[in-house]
């Protein structure tokens, strides 16, 4: 009995340890400037959209959106491109802020050299 009235007195202490404000809604990430921007022979893929890379690249591997994201991934026997999309600041369709290369066996390979292979595919 005396535990049942302790369980009692507990309630509202813990509900006073309760938050009452209002949960606010999440900002989504910008995609700042990256220095990918810069490098020549990427701008074929910098700041293209998926219809762009597409056209390019053919039918991509891999598709994944992840809002307000998307990652596109193309492949060859070369290597394996991950292009990560992202909205503008100012709106508008996704673009790509950043891409990743690498060899199948996931050993980092050039940017460039990358794109350049599956160009040729």
Known sequence: MTRNILILLAVPALAACASTAAPTAPT?????????????????VMNKTASHLIRIFGRPQLDVAEPPARKLQFASGAC????????PQEGGEQRVTYIDTRRSDGVEVDRVSCVNALRLR
Not at 39 to 44: K, N
Not at 80 to 87: K, N, S, T, W
């Open 80 to 87: 394996i491109m991950d292009a990560y999309l992202y909205p």
């Open 28 to 44: 989504l990430p910008v995609a700042a400037p990256t220095t990918l921007d810069n490098v020549r022979g990427l701008d074929i």
